[in-house]
């Protein structure tokens, strides 16, 4: 997730240090220093995030002009997400804008470390609100154009059929949802499907790392702080769970939490209250709560690792994704949407996966799973020099718990999965039927024939 930054400052020095930092970070980085060619370039360009200084020296300087210009932005495209960088003396300023809708601020001297996170939360937040957006359907309708499958949590296996159907039905409620399921199976994915089906799908849906947050930092980055709170709060601060206010807070990897920091939160959990680090004033908060985790949990009780009563405050409803070896056939469709969608990003359409090739993806046990999954496509359509890929095409690393029931299938048998199939899509269309293969009407007949005598 990069996403494009337009920087605006007009300190050129500034603005050349700033866009060195954020380089890596993003895909395009946009330095202006004259704000009157915001607008144009806002216009022009695809801008996620904007950095957006409080003060210009050619204006009054009273850091009206950053909210003259916060709002202009806002008129533009309110789904832009902008961050104030400001003196340190302009910080009234700065909690203005965030009041006026600005994500965020960084003071002047900025420490590079939290300016980074900080446009990082700016960009998530940005793609959660493009999901919501006109933007997807805009992206919905291409895809269809394309003739990509219009949803994205692809599956047809008995257990991802499973599983959507319990999402859907828990969407629209605000029923506390525990996502649990191994690296890479889409859990995240699924959160937000869930959001977007639910009655807050307008709101933002606000993910938190719980991996990523420090013991010291947690009160403040979730509940937030008072000017002043401690020796680094110079200004006041919104945390996660008042981003999320009347939205969807995703927690992620909530079984990282150490059990003093799951003391905490169940706290706040049970009381529905936010109680801002250097006040004592609790803040009411209406979230939806969406946890996820690849740890056994009830194992985590049992060993004292994780609060029992934190677990039933979360999984009200727990869904379980199921790992991509135990979804069958999955990973053909799974295999031929990210052949699709990678072989337009490089050039390379039409590219097809042998049924050879397709028999090792459905042999390989995917312990990194979908993501895994995606990631070798990728490599393989990089890669190709033919419009096929071949088994030579995955050099899938074999683990030792590959114990599937899937291994222990023939090759031929699991041809003979594919090819079947291959003629239900087709409606018994064996020319589609062949192309689709990658092999011949001559070939698919001669496979037909050896499976059925
Ligand atoms: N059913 C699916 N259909 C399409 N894409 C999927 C599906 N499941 C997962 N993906 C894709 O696989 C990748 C990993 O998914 P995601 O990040 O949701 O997994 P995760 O369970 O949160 O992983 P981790 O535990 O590593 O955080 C993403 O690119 C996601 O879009
Ligand atoms: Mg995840």
Do not use: C
């Amino acid at each position: 997730m990069k996403g494009n930054i337009l920087i605006l400052d007009d300190n050129k020095s500034v603005l050349t240090a700033l866009e060195m930092l954020v380089q890596t970070e993003f895909d395009k980085v946009f330095p202006l220093s004259n704000p009157n060619l915001l607008l144009a370039t806002l216009q022009q360009q695809n801008i996620d995030v904007v950095l957006l200084d409080m003060n210009f020296k050619a204006g009054i300087n009273t850091g009206n002009e950053g909210i003259f210009w916060l709002h202009q932005i806002q008129k533009q495209d309110p789904s832009i997400v902008v961050v104030m960088i400001t003196a340190y003396g302009d910080v009234e300023l700065a909690v203005k804008a965030v009041k006026e809708g600005a994500f965020d601020f960084v003071l002047k001297p900025w420490d590079n470390h939290k300016l980074i996170s900080t446009l990082h939360a700016a960009m998530k937040l940005r793609k959660s609100q493009m999901d919501n957006s006109a933007l997807t359907k805009t992206a919905r309708t291409l895809k269809q154009a394309l003739r990509l499958p219009a949803q994205e949590l692809i599956g047809q296996s008995e257990p991802m059929k499973k599983v959507m159907t319990v999402v859907k039905k828990v969407a629209a409620t605000d029923a506390n949802i525990l996502i649990v399921g191994e690296n890479g199976t889409g859990k995240e994915l699924i959160a937000r499907e869930i959001h977007q089906h639910s009655l807050r799908k307008d709101e933002v849906m606000v993910n938190v790392d719980m991996g990523a947050i420090t013991e010291t930092l947690f009160e403040s980055e979730l509940f937030g702080h008072t000017k002043g709170a401690f020796t680094d709060a110079k200004d006041e601060r919104a945390g996660k769970f008042e981003a999320a206010h009347n939205g969807t807070l995703f927690l992620d990897e909530i079984g990282n939490l150490s059990l003093a920091l799951q003391a905490k939160l169940l706290v706040v959990l049970q009381s529905r209250n936010i109680v801002k680090v250097g006040s004592n004033k609790p803040i009411p908060i209406n979230i939806r709560l969406i946890t996820a985790t690849n740890k056994d949990l009830p194992k985590m009780i049992a060993d004292g690792f994780f609060r029992e009563d934190l677990l039933y405050r979360i999984n009200t409803i727990t869904i379980e994704v199921p790992p991509l070896r135990e979804r069958g056939n999955d990973v053909v469709l799974l295999a031929e949407f990210y052949l699709e969608k990678y072989g337009l990003k490089y050039n390379k359409p039409g590219i097809k996966i042998t049924p050879k090739a397709a028999g090792k993806l459905l042999r390989h046990s995917w312990p990194g799973n979908v993501r895994e999954l995606q990631h070798s496509i990728e490599k393989a359509v990089i890669l190709a020099d033919s419009e096929q890929l071949t088994e030579e095409s995955f050099s899938l690393q074999s683990t030792k718990s590959a114990s599937s029931h899937l291994h222990n299938k023939t090759i031929e048998e699991m041809e003979k999965e594919m090819i079947q199939a291959a003629i239900q899509k087709e409606n018994g269309n064996m020319s589609a039927v062949a192309k689709k293969l990658g092999i011949s009407r001559p070939t698919l007949y001669k496979k037909l024939k050896s499976f059925y005598t």
